[in-house]
């Protein structure tokens, strides 16, 4: 037990150093967690001596993980991506096995070959749909196609499992180990009872997470004891994960079936909150474990045969993900990130080398450089992710930077919006609505070009740059109004303007009351602050959701607002000089606002608030 907790303590504690430091330098969470590894496992520290047996164990966290995904995915959607699932997943593992396969036939028997190519032609699920989630690209174009992909991998294990012992050519003595590790053997059953029996064990998958397992949460959510909820759920994915192993499945495949079957029910949310911070642990250390993994000692006796191993993998596959994503068509913008995204082997890489060994299919020889080859591939992934993004930002940058500003025809007008974003086109929207027809510039290639496909007369181009705003029309406009993401380059453009058109009136959004006084220092007079009308609008609301009176709800934003902002000057003449007087200005603002407000509703309105309910009936 001593022994046990000493390597949980020493996988938590490598985990809480790691992490953040690697997310500090934007490198991701999950590098931060293979760093972790190779810096206790036995090629470093030595501190986890054992590290087979615990990957064994945190396995599960990639089972957890496809059960949280089933139930993002409800069946209907399921259905509506059947073809990228069986076209472009099928495709891609069909490809990838082919490249990998046939590169490999050149130096091993044919049988040999086709089992490298299938073990191989996996992707890492757990890396990949942890990244997509932290960089919130899920639900994006790209995500879906690899999503759809990773689960068909996670589908083709068992079809894989069952062809390799049919590929064994190395002889090994007969072991009856195997069976052991089950419930129950099905070695014996004949090729159409295992088959029979595989759809009964997914049939009462099925039968449990839809008929059964609602009634059961129904009746310990009704006991209000949160803990029975927690065990009910780890029960239900323990459960499922030692029925497929029984049957010779994939656990993985259960769970995210059982998710898929849940994904309509009530307790969904639930489900969630409860397993994320298991699976989110047990993915951790499943990543700690991978970087323990990683054989130094091979690697500095085969590095050469390592390295061509691990750069032949990520080329042949990147090849067939291209090719796949030519295929089916998916945008050229998105194929590099598709193919980077699953170019890595996968974890079940591991257990299967492991079963190809077991069963005589691969060598010992054969398969331990290929294991630090697919285990340095997954210490590569989110690297090759940051180049990417890196990569991409740069193109984009560049082609931005290369595109012609957009000639201005607009004559005429009085009005010269500078962005055109979030804020922008409700602005825009409401002068236009308004008989205001402003000249509108933006300086997003991507953004300028979607608006115009809305109907918007939007112009390219770097407002800050003189030649541009000359040729906006600001010697002949009245108003610039500025809503431009950007502190910096808004206090550029309100410089710009006051030096060579010092007649344009200027309004301005601010991001917060620091870009505020920032803009104050400018002498900017017309100034919003971006998110203080949203919030007090939001206050009011929930006035009137606590059941206030409507026009004393609105009375007390007026006077909020009121007072809020003729003490902005008072406090903007202080922030700089003395922050211990700013925050003793600050708190006494508040105070002040408490005790006006609290006297202000004790003031007797009672006629008045009648006239306003009745003349507000929605109210």
Known sequence: M??????????????????????????????????????????????????????????????????????????????????????????????????????ASIFLPWQQALSLGLILALSSTAIVLQTLQEKGLMSSGGGRSIFSVLLFQDLAVIPILAVLPLLATVPLPHETGQGEALLF???????????????????????????????????????RVREVFVAAALALVVGISLLMTAAGLSPALGTFLAGVVLADSEYRHELESDIAPFK???????????????NFSLIGDKVLLIAALTAGLLILKVL??????????????????????????????????????????????????????????????????????????????????EREADSIEQKGHKVILAGFG??????????????????????????????????????????????????????????????????????????????????????????????????????????????FGTALEMGQDALNCLSMDPYEAFRLVRLFRKRDEESLPELYKMHRKDEEAYRSLYQRHMSDMEELMMLDRETDTEELDKAWTVANPES
């Open 280 to 294: 989110g642990l047990l993915l951790g250390i499943f990543f700690i474990s991978i970087g323990a993994s990683l």
């Open 422 to 531: 979030r804020l922008g086109l409700d602005l825009g929207r409401f002068l236009l609505s308004s008989g205001i027809r402003p000249v509108i510039i933006d300086h997003d290639s991507d953004n300028v070009d979607l608006l115009r496909k809305f109907g918007f007369q939007v112009y390219y181009g770097d407002i800050t740059r003189l030649d541009l705003l000359e040729a906006a029309g600001a010697g002949e406009a009245e108003l610039l109004i500025i809503t431009i993401d950007n502190t910096a380059k808004t206090l550029k453009l309100i410089e710009l303007a006051g030096k060579h058109y010092p007649h344009l009136k200027i309004s301005v959004n601010a991001a917060d009351r620091s870009s505020t006084y920032d803009l104050m220092d400018a002498g900017v007079e017309h100034i919003r602050r971006e998110t």
């Open 320 to 401: 067939a993900l291209v090719i796949t994503a030519v295929l089916f068509r998916i945008p050229g913008e998105q194929r590099g990130f598709f193919a980077i995204a699953l170019a890595q082997g996968g974890e079940f890489a591991f257990v299967l080398f492991q079963f190809s060994r077991t069963n005589g299919v691969l060598t010992p020889q054969t398969a331990e450089p290929l294991v630090s080859a697919v285990a340095i591939s997954l210490f590569l992934a989110p690297l090759l992710f940051l180049a990417y993004e890196k990569i991409s930002s740069t193109k984009r940058n560049t082609e931005n930077t």
């Open 2 to 103: 001593e022994i046990f907790l000493l390597q949980l303590f020493i996988f938590l504690g490598a985990a809480a150093v790691a992490v953040p430091l690697a997310r500090k330098l934007g490198l991701g969470s999950v590098l931060g967690y293979l760093m972790a590894g190779i810096a206790i496992g036995p090629y470093g520290l030595s501190l986890i001596p054992e590290v087979e047996q615990v990957m064994h164990f945190t396995e599960f966290g990639v089972v957890m993980m496809l059960f949280l995904v089933g139930l993002e995915l409800k069946p209907s959607m399921l259905w509506r991506m059947k073809t990228p699932i069986l076209g472009m997943g099928g495709a891609q593992l069909l490809l990838s096995a082919l490249f990998i396969g046939g590169t």
């Open 185 to 223: 053997d099905l070695s014996a059953l004949s090729p159409t009872l295992h088959f029979l029996v595989t759809l009964l064990v997914l049939w009462v998958i099925f039968f449990l997470a839809k008929f059964v397992s609602r009634p059961v949460f129904k009746a310990i959510a009704a006991t």
